[in-house]
């Protein structure tokens, strides 16, 4: 007899690695600096303290800004925090204003703030920690009107972070029936659930068209690869530059239909295809020349998917553009709605919803899959990771104009694996405090939301002055 030896086992863990900037990052704050009258205080200062240089020249500054030999005739701005001790101490030498190049960092909708947050969590795979606290607005517009509810601690100890329990934060991507059947020897005798299970519930999305693909699109594949999570990439260009593996999605678009020989030619068969738009004989004609590969149908946002979910669609992505928007409508509200439509008709359990769009932070992805996504598909928050820039507004796929620096892909590579790292402890964090063991069960929880406009409403109403 023959003892079977079980591999190993192996906890997810990513690694991450202190990667710096490629490029230098404008600091928040520009110090200005009277140098005359700053020998002229520290001339005082030495007659002052008879001659007594130590104690004279002495740097005000604890974060370092004015350390430099020359201390505040040449402040070290990158340091600065914006505290403004050295402002309260000495206003008429020295005034600490924010940075005019911050200000044209990300767009409208990533805002300069966001852009410096992401670099921080690429760079160091952190948590971004502040012992100040959060010095933000408590509510707002779009992902800000929702606010997670703490309240419901069951077990403080459940800390996925620093391995006291495990929290699992995969999810299962794909066809699930709402049943199994068996026949009477126990074997199933109807359709069985067809999935792809990711260690994280984050997709990266395809860049935009004026993205330099050659380069991005290798560094997407293989962060997608090392993090066990996919990556969507167009289908001409994942033909072009050989990606393919079980990390890639093809994307197929309109006009794609010729490059099908070229995928069937593959060893491996892709784990999923993305077709874009509903075409019902093109999705026969994927599902027959492709049975092994999960076909998802790309959508925009608030589509109506029961038609189709009749038809025998089970998986769906679904997008806003950049700025999470659809027709004026933001996303948040968009998903509750197809969240709820499929639960009110019966099929949420046998549908997996992806979804993109607007989603820039870490925060952004436990409010999503709370609305009711089962994964999102992270786009813009990669590039400024990747230190993208962007010219103008950054609103769609076709229209948005992102420069990056010269990229290296073990560099990239990197710091996409530190930011995923990062949101991905900021997700265990939640459900931590939440009491959840598994980040499926987050998924439509909206009893777990509190929502700024319900609030206040029942706050204020019948207030004379309170609009609703």
Known sequence: MTATVMPAYHRYHIETRLTPDLVPHPPRFRVKVKKHRLLAMALKEVLAHRGNLRVALSRPCVYGVYSRPVGGLAPREELCVGCLRCTVEHPEVVQILPHPDQARLGDAYIKPEYVDTILYEARTGRVPVRGAGYRGPFGGAGWDGMWTDMS??????????????????????????????????????????????????????????????????????????????????????????????????????????????????????????????????????????????????????????????????????????YHGQVDGRFAMDLIQETHWRLVKGGRREEVTLIGSGGIVMAEHVPKAIISGLDAVALDTALWVALQARFEGECVDRKTARVTFPRLERTWGVQRLKNLVASWRDQLLEILGAMGLREVRRLRGELGRAMFQQDLEREAFAGIEGYGA
């Open 152 to 321: 419901e601690i069951v077990r403080p100890t459940r800390d996925g972070i620093h391995g006291r329990e495990y929290i699992s934060t995969a999810v299962d991507l794909g066809e699930k029936p709402p049943f199994l059947e068996f026949h009477n020897g126990g074997e199933p005798t109807g359709p069985l659930p067809r999935v792809i299970s990711t260690q994280v519930p984050f997709l990266f999305d395809a860049p935009p068209a004026s993205a330099p693909a050659a380069q991005l699109l290798p560094i997407l594949a293989e962060a997608a690869c090392q993090v066990e999570t996919l990556a969507i990439v167009p289908l001409d260009l994942a033909l072009r530059l050989s990606l393919s593996g079980p990390s890639i999605v093809p994307w197929i678009s309109p006009g794609d239909d010729s490059l099908l020989d070229g995928l069937e030619r593959l060893s491996d068969p892709p784990p999923m295809l993305m077709l874009q738009g509903w075409d019902e004989t093109r999705y026969r004609v994927l599902r027959q020349r492709f049975p092994d590969s999960l076909i998802a149908v790309r959508l925009p946002l608030g589509s109506d998917l029961m038609p189709l979910v009749e038809r025998g669609v089970r998986l769906f992505h679904l997008e806003a553009n």
